[in-house]
């Protein structure tokens, strides 16, 4: 079955840490890869997608991901965090093949301490 | 240009009441996705609905849950006699051309509480 994992329920870091959230997905064939967020008493907004090109895909907001076909990942990144990247974040996948049925991951809970 | 609106934001209901959840895509956008969100848990499909057609159920309780997108006005998910284990976050979002990889676009949620 296709799926989606992410590695970290909650991640706490300190203010200009860096960041690194894990997501391997579970799927054969191609697919599109997304990372949302959902800030607080916010609905879910795209930081980031690839669908095909580059595997390293620019963001909003300082955010990055590198896709890696071989290990089936898509790892999000940021160089420095700020508190206003409190959020929940989720890892999602669309397989070619799924008319448009994207599937997410559990969600990584970012908490920044000031 | 207003975003994808969901209503009610909250909604209560009573084990065997019906619920009824409104979507109101963007503007230009005929396709519609239904998700939930269970405590705790990450979004899961569950419909796909493009103007007054099914295109994908799979993610679709067998019993009890419906969904429909018509001709005018907006997306209905329909839960009926609920129960205690439909409380979730149900969250939709509509996009204009899936098939040219389009991004979906998501609402702010109706959080369904069963008491």
């Known amino acids: 079955a296709q799926s989606v994992s992410q590695h970290n329920h909650h991640v706490i870091l300190s203010e200009a840490a860096s960041l690194e959230l894990g997501c391997n997905y579970s799927?054969?064939?191609?697919?599109?890869l997304f990372w949302y967020v959902q800030y607080p008493g916010q609905h879910l907004q795209l930081l980031l997608k690839?669908?095909?090109?580059?595997?390293l895909v620019k963001g909003i907001k300082g955010f990055e991901a590198e896709f890696i076909k071989s290990k089936f990942s898509f790892n999000l990144r940021k160089p420095s965090v700020q508190w206003s990247d409190t959020a929940e974040y989720f890892c999602?996948?669309?397989?070619?093949?799924?008319?448009?049925?994207?599937?997410f991951g559990s969600g990584t809970r970012l908490s920044i301490r000031p | 240009n207003a975003g994808v609106m969901q209503n009610p934001r909250h909604l209560v209901r009573r084990r065997g009441q019906e619920a009824r959840l409104r979507c109101s895509p963007m503007?230009?956008?005929?396709?519609v996705y239904w998700y939930r969100q269970l405590p705790e848990e990450g979004l899961k499909f569950m419909v796909y609905?493009?103007?007054?057609?099914?295109?994908?159920e799979s993610g679709m309780p067998k019993e009890r849950f419906s969904a429909e997108f018509p001709k005018e006005g907006p997306s209905i998910l329909r839960i009926q006699q609920v129960v205690r284990g439909d409380s979730a976050a149900y969250f939709c979002?509509?996009?204009?051309?899936?098939?040219?990889?389009?991004?979906?676009?998501f609402g702010p949620g109706t959080r369904l509480t069963v008491l």
């Open positions: 979002a509509s996009s204009k051309r899936p098939t040219l990889g389009d991004e979906q676009f």
């Open positions: 799927y054969g064939g191609t697919v599109n």
């Open positions: 690839y669908f095909s090109g580059d595997p």
């Open positions: 999602a996948v669309m397989p070619y093949s799924s008319a448009s049925k994207i599937i």
């Open positions: 503007k230009g956008h005929s396709h």
């Open positions: 609905l493009q103007k007054e057609n099914i295109i994908d």
